[in-house]
């Protein structure tokens, strides 16, 4: 082969090299991670979050279930509370900076309109600011996992 055809070749492929974009190291792609919703990272993120969580709170009181009460970062459904069809509640405040919101739920009766995990789903649905209606069954039965 000559050093022509050779030279012509490595020219041709820069050509064809050069219509591309630059590639940056800022152009590289981001993998963006579904959050959790009870995780939070910032201070305004965290205070968000006890606001819905309070949303939670109060929409579920008005469904029906009962009115909880708070002891420093806990709200729960008090002991003496007459069991009912709504299921006792448990909500551990996150801390302001890089917490995690604990939850769970407890039915003290044979059964009870929700599951806890029906619940955790709903309370989840408020912390990512998608709430699902506790007043319509159908809305809690079809609510997504977040």
Known sequence: MSSRSLALGALLLLAGCAGQAPIEEGN??????????????????????V??????????????????RRRERLLFTPAEAAPS???????????????????????????????????LRVYRSYLADQPCSLLLDSAVRVCPQR
């Open 28 to 49: 590289t792609p981001v993998v963006v991670v579904p959050s959790d919703p009870q995780h939070c990272i910032t201070r305004a993120e965290c205070t968000t979050k």
């Open 51 to 68: 606001s819905r969580t309070l949303l939670f709170v109060f929409d579920y009181a008005a469904a029906g279930g009962d009115l909880v």
């Open 85 to 119: 069809d709504w299921p006792a509640i448990r909500i551990h405040l996150a801390e302001p900076v890089d917490g995690r919101f604990a939850f769970s739920a407890e039915c003290r009766r044979q059964s009870c309109r929700y599951t806890p995990e029906q619940l």
